[in-house]
């Protein structure tokens, strides 16, 4: 029998994840549910998905991977759902949260029933949401992220890569701290960065409207992630507070160093600090 999957939420990340599924597995069933109806729908007609549902926790019973890509805080609760119901012996539950640790605790309770469940992330995404905007090929050469318990079989993890290995990313896998941590640092904590240095500047342009015409080129570089979605922004900087506010705490300690150095004139201090910036950032892959 032809292997099932089932896909909850059906926007960007689950719809893109759907097609390289569908890619490296073309024999498999891709069975779709979105609580959004036009999401269904479109999924169904752009060829996302073979089927749609309307009850998912049916659905899940015969599914030999689920794959939850809805907003964090509804997967949580899509596990809560799940505990209760009779699933395939071999099933793996997988999810695409871009924080890991609350989404691995909400877990817990079907991996204690002997489910094996994979915390994922693939680390691509886009401004854009909806099913209309995914793409076989969003997360190519991207890292894709996987948080397998200290428990989990590894032959179960195995079998995971192998049915995302059409989305044609490359796999890392670590614990669910240290994926909280590792995207807190390059990720998390400079959306909160950029956001202020927007802000500072929108200030600015109250009083001199030229900044509007200024803040080109680098401010564009620097600042291009403070246009993402400010709901989901603030759901992953809730979800990551522990890591992020040990970032803010020694970022504003490192702030108050330059405003030193900056009030004293120290160039040998503020060379080394851009020296040693530019170092780093020069030997970036
Ligand atoms: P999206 O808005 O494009 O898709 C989310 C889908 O979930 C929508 O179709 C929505 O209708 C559906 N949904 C919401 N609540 C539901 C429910 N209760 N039951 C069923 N369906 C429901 O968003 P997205 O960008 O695909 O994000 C989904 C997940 O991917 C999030 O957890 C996010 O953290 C993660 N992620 C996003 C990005 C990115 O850049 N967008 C990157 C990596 C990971």
Redesign the pocket.
């Known amino acids: 029998m032809n292997k099932r999957v089932l896909i909850?939420?059906?926007?960007?990340?689950?719809?893109?994840v759907a097609l390289g599924i569908k890619q490296q597995h073309p024999d498999s069933m891709i069975i779709g549910?979105?609580?959004?109806e036009a999401?269904l729908e479109t999924a169904k007609r752009l060829f996302i998905i073979d089927e749609g549902c309307t009850d998912?926790l049916e659905a899940a019973k015969d599914a030999d991977l689920l794959l939850?890509?809805?907003?964090?805080e509804?997967?949580k609760?899509?596990l809560v759902d799940l505990a209760d119901v009779s699933l395939k012996d071999g099933v793996i539950i997988t999810?695409?949260?871009?924080?890991k640790g609350s989404i691995m605790k909400a877990a817990s309770a079907l991996v204690e029933k002997g489910i094996t469940f994979i915390g994922g992330?693939?680390?691509?995404?886009?401004?854009?949401?909806?099913?209309a905007?995914?793409k076989a090929h969003l997360f190519e050469n991207a890292f894709y992220m996987l948080t397998p318990f200290s428990d989990t079989p590894p032959h179960q993890l195995e079998q995971l890569k192998d049915w995302l290995r059409g989305t044609r990313a490359k796999f890392m896998t670590l614990d669910a701290d240290q994926h909280d941590l590792l995207t807190g640092v390059v990720s998390h904590f400079p959306h909160i960065v950029a956001a202020s240095l927007v802000r500072q500047t929108k200030r600015y342009a109250e009083s001199f409207e030229e900044i509007n015409d200024l803040a080109a080129g680098g401010f564009k570089d620097i600042t291009r992630i403070a246009s993402?979605?400010p709901e989901?922004w603030k759901?992953?900087t809730k979800q990551n507070r522990a890591h992020l506010l040990t970032f803010l705490d020694e970022w504003m300690e490192e702030m108050k160093d330059v405003r030193s150095w900056v009030a004293q004139g120290d160039d040998h201090e503020l060379y080394s600090y851009y020296a040693g910036a530019k170092e780093y950032r020069d030997a970036l892959p």
């Open positions: 909850v939420g059906l926007g960007l990340i689950g719809g893109s549910y979105d609580r959004s999401n998912w939850l890509a809805t907003p964090v509804v997967t609760q899509l999810d695409v949260g871009s924080t992330h693939p680390m691509a995404g886009s401004h854009k949401s909806g099913p905007s995914a993402s979605s989901m759901d992953i």
